[in-house]
T-cell receptor
Framework: TQLLEQSPQFLSIQEGENLTVYCNSS?????LQWYRQEPGEGPVLLVT?????EVKKLKRLTFQFGDARKDSSLHITAAQPGDTGLYLC????????FGTGTRLQVFP | NAGVTQTPKFQVLKTGQSMTLQCAQD?????MSWYRQDPGMGLRLIHY???????DQGEVPNGYNVSRSTTEDFPLRLLSAAPSQTSVYFC?????????????????FGSGTRLTVV
């Protein structure tokens, strides 16, 4: 069974701080996605990365896919309370496998 | 533009009862899947379908059946509910081509069905 491990599991920070969430696996994925989920809702796609070493930016969010396509990171610059939520990475081989998630709380 | 619609939003079942969770999408997506989300375990794949008439098992298929008679609908059936099936269930859909898998396009999720089995 493929495993995607996310770290940290929980992150509680003040508004304006920077943070990085990691997503690691021993398996190679053809693509990797990041989702954000709010309470009572389904995950919402933030980004998809498909090429090893790829870096994508979405406003204050920077996503990187590892060169070997086994790992990824999400960096948030100057976090805001609106960034609060559950962040999930998901890797695709023949199926989409999700990590266990990082719960982020940003306090004003 | 409805996207992925799941019904019901909430359901309470007694042990041994059966029920069907409905999922419909209006985006003409070939790929559809069902996940369950439990605290501390992320989302786990139950069943998936790459097109009408084709289904396959995911990580945790036991106790669940699916069928895909149309592109739009992908119902999930619980045959005999057990307390271990208490969870939040999500349906998701995506494009898929012969060259690029559904992950390359991203998945659209429904808002979930919260199921409690007592």
């Amino acid at each position: 069974t493929q495993l995607l491990e996310q770290s940290p599991q929980f992150l509680s920070i003040q508004e304006g701080e920077n943070l990085t969430v990691y997503c690691n696996s021993s398996s190679v994925f053809s693509s990797l996605q990041w989702y954000r989920q709010e309470p009572g809702e389904g995950p919402v796609l933030l980004v998809t990365v498909v090429t090893g070493g790829e870096v994508k930016k979405l406003k204050r969010l920077t996503f990187q896919f590892g060169d070997a396509r086994k790992d990824s990171s999400l960096h948030i610059t100057a976090a805001q309370p609106g960034d609060t939520g559950l962040y999930l990475c998901a890797g695709e081989d023949d199926k989409l496998i999700f990590g266990t998630g990082t719960r982020l709380q940003v306090f004003p | 533009n409805a996207g992925v619609t799941q019904t019901p939003k909430f359901q309470v079942l007694k042990t041994g009862q059966s029920m069907t969770l409905q999922c419909a999408q209006d985006m003409n997506h070939e790929y559809m899947s069902w996940y369950r989300q439990d605290p501390g375990m992320g989302l786990r794949l139950i069943h998936y379908s790459v097109g009408a008439g084709i289904t396959d098992q995911g990580e945790v298929p036991n106790g669940y059946n699916v069928s895909r008679s149309t592109t739009e609908d992908f119902p999930l059936r619980l045959l005999s509910a057990a307390p271990s099936q208490t969870s939040v269930y999500f349906c998701a859909s995506s494009y898929s081509t012969g060259v690029r898998g559904p992950g390359s396009y991203g998945y659209t999720f429904g808002s979930g069905t919260r199921l409690t089995v007592v």
